[in-house]
């Protein structure tokens, strides 16, 4: 209690960041949803935009297109960045879809989406299941999106493969208002061309359902050209930025054309109040750092590292998911290698050597998702840091070795 009161807070606030300033710069970062950012980024985050409320939309849209304004005075410089700011993302994407940079976060972009097309405790939304690799905010029951809209789901088949056939068989029983494509923890490429195919086969002129992509995870090689873009065949295409595209943590949401005042208004006034005009700002910066061709190799070299690091864990006996990865991360499952071993045993214990990876749940996982079965390990952040094929490859071996001396506790 005395050393409560005798440290300040200040102090030990202070202490706590030099801390986690270290642990960033000494600690192997395996979580695939992580990055580092640069000094710019850093730089847009830690300015004086922070200090202004800009609640609406710049007055005129890059595109012409009017809109009803701010609520403030004082935007003029705040709506030039804003608009730039959707152009940028227009270009990294190479598409004419409308832009909102204004969602928080990607939880937030998905609830402002779902909001403008779909009626809350009436809808379905049909998404690929948690424990399959969807996301929390795709309709699980302890999210809002779980709570307020019915869901139904497709899977993985035995190979770790998304079962597309199960797309469409789920779509004719189950009508749902939105069929949404996109996951935290998959491994393999997307065929979003074939989802609009299989949701044109089963749309009427009565029924047609919403085709949402939500393309956290992989955005960042849909930028750099890595993976098939979602532009073109979805209707609505939401993204965080803090991902690959390793810019501030945020949220973007794109759409056709005809879904922009409905997107618009879902965001502001729907789900949110004043934009965080630091991280529009620092969003703008991501995007031009995603223009650059350095950011092309930076993506190349993250899924080369990943498939170089899943392959190697195969060659020493281990079961990865599907078998591999065609992009940024894959999935160790020890159900059947290690059936003794936890995902939460194996994250706690490589805390402790300096490196960090998630627990993660496994196609037909037996454990709770509090425990897990396998552990998801992403390249992204060690290849910003300068890391190549031959650090990924001894750094499985490192966590080879670490996994057999758990084994033998
Ligand atoms: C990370 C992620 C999100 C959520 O992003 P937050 O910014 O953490 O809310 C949404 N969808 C998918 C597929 C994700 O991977």
Redesign the pocket.
Same mark, same amino acid.
């Given at each position: 209690m005395s050393s409560f009161i005798e440290t300040s807070y200040g102090d030990r606030l202070k202490a706590a960041y030099d801390a986690e300033v270290k642990r960033q710069s000494e600690t192997v970062e395996l979580i695939a949803?992580e990055n580092f950012v640069s000094d710019d980024v850093l730089k847009a985050l830690g300015s004086c935009f922070t200090n202004k409320y800009s609640e609406g939309y710049p007055a005129i849209r890059h595109d012409g297109v009017g809109r009803k304004g701010r609520y403030y005075g004082g935007c003029e410089f705040i709506d030039n960045v804003e608009e730039l700011c959707c152009e940028l993302w227009q270009q990294v994407f190479d598409t004419d879809y409308h832009v909102n940079v204004q969602p928080h976060? =990607? &939880?937030? #972009?998905?609830f402002a989406a779902y909001m403008a097309v779909m009626e809350p405790f009436k809808d379905e939304i049909l998404s690929m299941s948690l424990d399959n690799g969807?996301?929390?905010?795709?309709g699980s029951p302890v999210n809002f999106s779980g709570k307020m809209y019915k869901v139904s789901s497709y899977s993985v088949d035995e190979n770790g493969l998304i079962d597309y056939g199960s797309i469409g068989s789920q779509i004719k029983m189950c009508h749902p208002k939105v069929v949404l494509a =996109? #996951? &935290?923890a998959y491994s393999r490429i997307i065929d979003f061309k074939l989802i609009r195919q299989i949701i044109d086969e089963c749309s009427t002129d009565e029924y047609r359902p919403y085709f949402m992509v939500?393309? &956290? $995870?992989i955005a960042g090689l849909v930028a750099a050209g890595c993976h098939q873009s979602p532009f073109g065949y979805a209707d609505i295409v939401?993204t965080?930025t $803090?991902?690959t595209l390793r810019g501030p943590? =945020?949220?973007l949401i794109f759409c056709k054309p005809e879904l922009a005042d409905k997107i618009d208004s879902a965001v502001f006034p729907g789900t949110q109040g004043g934009p965080l005009q630091n991280v529009i700002l620092a969003k703008a910066v991501c995007a031009l750092e995603a223009l650059r061709p350095e950011y092309d190799e930076y993506i190349h070299r993250v899924v080369w590292n990943a498939s170089a690091m899943a392959n190697e864990f195969i060659n020493m006996g281990y079961k990865v998911v599907s078998d591999g990865t065609d992009n940024h991360l894959f999935l160790l499952d020890f159900s059947t290698t290690h059936p003794n071993l936890t995902g939460k045993q194996v994250q706690d214990y490589l805390d402790t050597k300096g490196i960090t990876v998630n627990k993660n749940c496994v196609p037909k996982e037996t454990r709770s998702p509090f425990q897990t079965s396998g552990i998801r390990i992403g390249t992204p952040a060690m290849t910003t840091k300068g890391w190549g094929i031959t650090e990924f490859i001894s750094c499985a071996h490192v966590i080879d070795g670490y996994l057999k001396e758990l084994n033998a506790l």
């Open positions: 949803s976060s =990607g &939880s937030q #972009a998905n969807g996301h929390l905010s795709h =996109g #996951a &935290s939500d393309m &956290s $995870h939401t965080t $803090h991902k943590r =945020g949220g």
